[in-house]
């Protein structure tokens, strides 16, 4: 059974930087490309970086473009945060783009002064 632990959320001011992790469990994140999502209550929620399988190849949104860096090694997915605004408010979600995997409970990241 596949399963996914994100980790590392926290509340910073604007500005600030956070490191989440993302763990999975059943498979290798070796062999998937890997998005992470965000989500705000009320909205749906929505991918803001990946990382392909095959070469490593890192997309992002707009809104997170240069200051979200996606990274995989040792068998966990990151994500570097930097500048972050209040509008990067939300419980972030790992997960396979494809053959997704049943949601983890996600990490809180609160941005706020």
């Known amino acids: 059974q596949a399963a996914l632990v994100e980790s590392g959320g926290g509340s910073v001011q604007p500005g600030g930087s956070l490191n989440i992790s993302c763990r999975a469990f059943?498979?290798?994140?070796?062999?998937?490309?890997i998005g992470w999502f965000r989500q705000v209550p009320g909205k749906p929620r929505e991918r803001v970086s990946c990382?392909?399988?095959?070469?490593?190849r890192t997309f992002y949104e707009d809104s997170v473009k240069g200051r979200f860096t996606i990274s995989r090694s040792g068998g966990r997915v990151y994500l570097q945060m930097k500048n972050l605004s209040p509008e990067d408010t939300a419980v972030y979600y790992c997960?396979?783009?494809?053959?997704?995997?049943?949601w983890g409970q996600g990490t809180q990241v609160t941005v706020s002064s």
């Open positions: 997960n396979r783009i494809i053959f997704q995997a049943p």
């Open positions: 990382i392909s399988r095959r070469d490593s």
């Open positions: 059943g498979f290798s994140v070796e062999n998937y490309a």
